[in-house]
């Protein structure tokens, strides 16, 4: 009956001992992480949570609550430059005050924050999917070629599936048209 008893106490046991194996590695990966810098898990989180927060805000049309995110989603990103989101933050800030702009009727500034948008190390979302093309769509539809040239140039530095793509929409806008393909890229509030 022990030995029952025993084998049965070891059987209910070993998920919990698997559980422990787990949750152990899971907080020496976050010692590894966070342990040894003056930043902790919480700012981390709060870092990530920044870029949906931006664009709710600004989908929400709290223009004064979006800026404000997207340069705090910009300030954070600094303690984050060996982080493989850095580039993100820096191209969804940027896209979000671009936007910002552009609804505020700053055309210039809308340019600018595009062209800093683009001004990132990429990461594995952008050099592989590509950037955010909402603004250069209504930069375009607006007559700012220049400028969208100058961005699709900038994002062929980092998206490397862009290859099939950009020579194709670079010859349609010099050609003073807008490319279809690129009005439909990443442009709808899903990918925001």
Same mark, same amino acid.
């Given at each position: 009956?022990? &030995?029952?008893l025993?084998?049965?106490?070891?059987?209910?046991l =070993?998920p919990? +001992?698997l559980?422990?194996?787990? !949750?152990s590695?899971l907080?020496?990966?976050?010692y590894?992480?966070?342990?040894?810098s #003056?930043?902790g898990l919480?700012? /981390?989180m709060?870092? /990530?949570g920044?870029?949906?927060?931006?664009?709710?805000?600004?989908n =929400?049309?709290?223009?004064v609550?979006a $800026?404000?995110?997207? #340069?705090e989603? +910009?300030t954070?990103a600094?303690?984050?430059k060996?982080?493989? #989101?850095? *580039? #993100?933050a +820096?191209? %969804? *800030?940027?896209?979000?005050l671009?936007?910002?702009?552009? &609804?505020n *009727?700053?055309? %210039?500034?809308?340019?600018? /924050?595009?062209? =800093?948008?683009?001004?990132t190390i990429?990461?594995?979302?952008?050099?592989?999917?590509?950037?955010?093309?909402?603004?250069?769509?209504?930069l375009?539809?607006?007559?700012h070629?220049d400028?969208?040239l100058?961005?699709?140039?900038?994002?062929? =530095?980092?998206w $490397?599936?862009?290859?099939? !793509?950009?020579?194709?929409?670079?010859?349609?806008?010099? $050609? *003073?048209? %807008?490319p279809?393909?690129?009005?439909?890229f990443h442009?709808? &509030?899903? %990918?925001?």
């Amino acid at each position: 009956m022990k &030995k029952l008893l025993f084998c049965l106490f070891i059987v209910l046991l =070993k998920p919990f +001992i698997l559980l422990f194996e787990c !949750f152990s590695t899971l907080l020496y990966q976050l010692y590894l992480r966070f342990g040894k810098s #003056n930043k902790g898990l919480l700012h /981390y989180m709060y870092f /990530y949570g920044l870029k949906k927060r931006s664009y709710k805000a600004l989908n =929400k049309n709290q223009l004064v609550r979006a $800026e404000a995110l997207a #340069n705090e989603l +910009i300030t954070v990103a600094g303690d984050f430059k060996d982080d493989w #989101n850095y *580039g #993100n933050a +820096i191209h %969804h *800030g940027n896209t979000v005050l671009a936007l910002i702009a552009l &609804k505020n *009727g700053d055309i %210039h500034q809308a340019e600018n /924050y595009l062209l =800093k948008s683009a001004d990132t190390i990429g990461s594995p979302q952008l050099n592989s999917f590509g950037p955010n093309f909402k603004l250069a769509n209504e930069l375009l539809l607006l007559g700012h070629r220049d400028v969208v040239l100058n961005y699709l140039s900038q994002v062929s =530095k980092f998206w $490397e599936m862009g290859d099939a !793509f950009l020579p194709v929409w670079f010859k349609e806008i010099e $050609e *003073g048209n %807008h490319p279809q393909a690129m009005r439909n890229f990443h442009t709808n &509030k899903s %990918h925001l």
